[in-house]
DNA sequence: TCTCCAATAGAAAGCGCTTGCTACGCATGC
DNA sequence: GCATGCGTAGCAAGCGCTTTCTATTGGAGA
């Protein structure tokens, strides 16, 4: 019924072998006899049958990508730019490769599964995304996958994520987080704030800890008390902005500025003091953290650390699927850069 | 060096065949076999050849979502909805189902390329979202592709794009931009405008024509004249908005309304109003088109249409999977909510 | 006690492709 | 003029799995 190899072949009056190195374009085929085939190919409307070729040349052209919320800007811009330099002639079959896209929600467990998914499939090579999970026994459990997976021949490099030491040949890209964190703290205590509170990520998650880390070496580095009561954990939006937000202001209403885990939670903070009156950043700066498209036109503008998302996941790509040499010792930092707009300014003088 | 069914086999001491029907689950095997099937598994932490099983069953796991731009949240709900809902309980092995999120940009020439890689790959299903291009000779071609997929078995979906006569087995959920379109501009029409400028997608779409024609509709319901210079074409970004805009100022300085071809747009619509310092909605009210979720963070909240992303997706997810029936006719329109929020008001007098 | 059937396991034939090896010319070198 | 080698094409053996068909049980029913 379908089309396959053999058809072509009678068609063209020539050995399946011969079709598949014409399809294949690696061995030399007489110039008379490869027009003969690819007429043929065009004249049947053969299309190769993807598993039998990876089953027999074992290896394939898919290469995932895994990614906390494929909803979020931060994750798409990322795996867009992963799939735009992983595209091009792929492997064999004068393919191209094939982005799989892979939702996590954030959930180890549905990390693992699609790890399983992928090593099943023999993808060609796994970009995962986003932060890890600090829990003990799943880094274990993913780090084994991962090891799993390079042995099994794909490349795994990591995108905004520390290196795993259980997977010592998976490229790690990961995010100055730390840094930038100091960096965004630094900037309003210069301003003169010193009551500031911290909206942070989920618990238990790399991104998160960094962040908050940078925002207490600052805190620190300028002999500001760091009160924990100021800081408040929570999802990576707008929600947990906003709520959190009214309950740093109950507990500390001479609050001057809002740092939040990333732009969104940013976003939901704004709201906040806006429905509460406040004007940002006169009665309370707010900053955020990655620069996504929409902050600039938040406002006033949103004050942010802006991570080249693109460039990072693009060097993924290109690293996954060996068009770039990997970084020494297999470890890149990529940093962040603070985008100083208009959300913040000198506190009020109370 | 993989480990193979085979191995499994010999450690458990069955045939391949047994392991095989363990892995699936749809043929008896006695309990006390299964598990030691089992345990051979995890002790030999055998992961299945997809690639293999895929050729011997002639099937596979894997579904096709083609986008426009992963990037944009636009897309990146519906793809999120569609794999929540593609995921569970897959086709054979015990395995889950995996999604394929292609990137197309909008070119009809990439669409067809992962059409045809997604063909290849032999796809359970495919979900095709975003509105068609035109070009009949593309149009035509993207028909013939998607039929030739339906033949071979695997269920398309549309999601937010108009049916194909040349694959009716396609189901198709179509949104309704005209009504949608329509809705906004009578919206706008009511509250006094007349003056109103009106910033498109690109031409030669079909999300960006019935938007338009609905905003024409209710142009010619009301009297007022349908000015073309009052209409630009441009990208689904920002930075189109914000161009459009000024321009639109130009030609009319009496402008007091934009529309736009969507939120993002509407955002970059707002930019240049400001830039300008016109008020919004004081001087000029602006509209956008989807309601995405940073619309309600705009200031003021942007007035728009909500087009249910998530739960378009799902249905599509769904549908494709089998897990929900056809609509009648294998068509269904998905209807958008007119949004009213703070950036439109009534126009100041002149 | 014997037959028959349900339940379960195995043997083996592919699925459609890739690729190592072989075969066949024909031009070249001595 | 014969051996050598290069440029092409074909043969056939898998790749690792699924599935049909067949074989072997151990009761249940007569």
Redesign the pocket.
């Known amino acids: 019924m379908?089309v396959?190899?053999?058809d072509v072949a009678a068609r063209a009056?020539?050995?399946?072998?011969?079709?598949?190195?014409v399809?294949?374009g690696?061995?030399?085929?007489?110039a008379?006899?490869?027009e003969r085939v690819l007429r043929a190919v065009d004249d049947l409307d053969?299309v190769?049958?993807g598993p039998?070729?990876s089953?027999?040349?074992?290896t394939s052209d898919l290469v995932g990508i895994l990614v906390n919320d494929i909803a979020d800007p931060f994750f798409g811009i990322m795996a867009s730019a992963v799939q735009s330099e992983i595209t091009g002639p792929g492997g064999?079959?004068g393919g191209e490769r094939m982005a799989v896209v892979c939702n996590t929600g954030g959930s180890p467990e549905r990390e693992l599964t699609y790890l399983t998914l992928l090593q099943r499939q023999r993808a060609a090579a796994v970009v995962v995304t986003g932060g890890a999970i600090e829990d003990a026994t799943h880094a274990a459990a993913i780090g084994r996958k991962l090891r799993r997976l390079c042995d099994a021949g794909s490349r795994v490099v990591l995108c905004g994520r520390p290196p795993t030491g259980a997977a010592p040949d998976a490229v790690a890209l990961t995010f100055d987080n730390r840094g930038g964190g100091r960096r965004l703290t630094d900037h309003l205590i210069g301003l003169g704030h010193r009551r500031i509170g911290y909206i942070a990520g989920p618990t238990e998650r790399t991104t998160t800890r960094h962040r908050l880390e940078g925002h207490q070496e600052a805190l620190a580095a300028a002999g500001v008390a760091n009160d924990p009561l100021l800081t408040l954990h929570g999802p990576y939006d707008r929600r947990s902005g906003y709520d959190a937000t009214l309950e740093l202001l109950r507990r500390e209403p001479r609050l001057t500025a809002v740092v939040a885990a990333n732009d969104t939670v940013a976003l939901g903070a704004c709201a906040a003091l806006r429905d509460r009156g406040l004007s940002i950043p006169g009665d309370v700066s707010v900053a955020g953290f990655d620069d996504l498209p929409f902050s600039i036109d938040a406002v006033p503008a949103l004050t942010t650390v802006r991570l080249p998302l693109y460039e990072a996941g693009a060097r993924a790509g290109r690293i996954a699927t060996g068009r770039e040499e990997e970084p020494p010792g297999g470890i890149a930092t990529v940093h962040g850069e603070l985008m100083v707009r208009g959300s913040t300014g000198a506190p009020r003088r109370h």
Do not use: E
């Open positions: 379908t396959t190899l053999a009056q020539v050995s399946p072998a011969t079709v598949s190195r399809l294949n690696n061995y030399p085929v007489a008379a006899t490869r053969y190769l049958n039998a070729s089953l027999a040349a074992a064999r079959a």
